[in-house]
């Protein structure tokens, strides 16, 4: 059972296992039919796609998010339209070091599925495992959903607030360095961060090939950020409750369970103005 990180390797050696299903996550936020144009020209052989807009996130709202959450009925039965069950290994994967395919393993746990995984190093680990592509369309033997217990647990703008203000929160927003202190801003109507969130970029987690980092170095990384603060009084933001996932498995490989997601993060933050906003290093 795998339920952080799968090598290329493991997932090779359960090719065609039926108990293993590949879940193909990628997706360009410059180009949002891009990830389903990909996945038709070449997949992992059994594979079928979940498309971060469609599948990955709800409805925008005039306050949300740039990507609010799914609603949990609406994905347990795209799920169950793919034939997915509790017992199999589900591993997802993408081209983008594991970015959207960590906001599915979110999702998908938050929904009762425990062996989730990502495919560490995406889709060049695979290639460079000697792992086949195929264009061809999966089978799909279709079920009804499966039970799940929980809703979303994910924190909202005000969770933020009232956590920092009080000093139960520890807030990290893994956003690029020059997005975290107001330099660019690509994607979002205002530039900046949430005062009082400290910045830990997402791609410290990752090695120069694109996969994790060692478990010790990644506790390292996080626990020179956070000191002795337990995992579940710390949040992670981004732009939009995506990347903020990656930061979130990061956290379960280095051993320290327990972290919290600001779904809404930067883009629900700054669209009303009277959320303050800092700017500069922190």
Not at 25 to 52: E, N, T, V
Not at 113 to 125: M, P
Not at 134 to 139: D, G, I, M, Q, R
């Amino acid at each position: 059972m795998y339920k952080t990180l799968v090598s290329a390797a493991d997932l090779l050696a359960h090719l065609g296992d039926p108990g293993w299903r590949a879940l193909d996550c990628r997706f360009s936020l410059q180009a949002p039919d891009a990830g389903a144009a990909a996945f038709a020209a070449a997949h992992i052989p059994g594979a079928h796609h979940l498309d971060l807009d469609r599948d990955l996130s709800g409805p925008r709202s005039a306050g949300s998010g740039r990507h609010p959450l799914p609603a949990p009925a609406g994905l347990a039965a795209r799920l169950g339209a793919l034939g997915l069950r509790h017992a199999d290994q589900l591993v997802l994967y993408d081209d983008s070091a594991g970015l959207f395919a960590a906001r599915g393993w979110w999702l998908l746990r938050a929904l009762g599925y425990r062996s989730v995984a990502v495919l560490d190093g995406g889709l060049a680990a695979w290639r460079e495992a000697g792992g086949p592509l195929t264009a061809e369309v999966s089978a799909v033997i279709a079920r009804p959903p499966e039970p799940f217990a929980v809703e979303w647990q994910a924190l909202g703008a005000e969770d933020i607030a009232r956590g920092l203000d009080d000093g139960r929160l520890t807030v990290i927003d893994v956003r690029a360095a020059e997005r975290y202190a107001g330099r660019v801003e690509p994607l979002d109507p205002v530039a900046g961060h949430v005062p009082g969130a400290r910045n830990l970029p997402h791609d410290r987690a990752l090695d120069g090939a694109g996969r994790f980092r060692e478990p010790s170095a990644l506790r390292a990384l996080f626990t020179a950020q956070l000191g002795d603060t337990p995992a579940d009084r710390v949040a992670f933001m981004c732009g939009s409750g995506v990347t903020a996932c990656h930061a979130l498995l990061a956290m379960e490989v280095a051993g320290l369970p327990g972290g919290q997601l600001y779904a809404g993060s930067w883009s629900e933050w700054c669209r009303d103005p009277t959320r303050p906003v800092a700017v500069g290093d922190g």
